[in-house]
């Protein structure tokens, strides 16, 4: 049985499948995909301080956390480029996003490239330790950041067959920002 998984954007929909390249219609593209034929979403930028209202922010953690890893990549990913791709904003967000690949990767039963995302979502984050000096940012703990990220490739390095549609999330932890430090 999976664990309760908390939602922190209830009000927008998980949609009907996680997409897993070569075994589900691609989202876009593909005229049967989930979201074909949507507007891609232009969120503003995050404001690390007060993420809780970003809805796109929000959604990526319900996706990432239920086991759709595509779907949080592309939700992370317009709020990178909206953070101009650089700064501690974009990085963490970059972290994610790598973190929500490996996430995809184990599930096509591709450990390398498994470890390749969680190793690089790693030096991410650590970078918002090293370089940035920071221990916290838009609610997540960066020493967290950094053991999830290494409990990826752990899981990875186990060398995962494929995982059937039924097993969507097969990353063990949760990502949760919390309102204070």
Known sequence: ??????RLAP???LPPYAFVPGRSPHPVSDPAGHSHGQTPEKPPPLD?????ESPTYRYGFDLFNHGYYWEAHEAWESLWHAAGRRGPVATLLKGLIKLAAAGVKIRQGRADGARTHAARAREL???LRERFGMENIAGLGVNELIANAEMARALADKSLPPHNDLERIV???TLAPESTP
Do not use: Q
């Open 171 to 173: 990353l063990s932890f």
């Open 48 to 52: 690390p301080a007060r993420w809780g």
């Open 11 to 13: 009000e927008r929909a």
């Open 125 to 127: 984050f650590a970078e």
């Open 1 to 6: 049985m999976t664990p309760h998984r908390p």
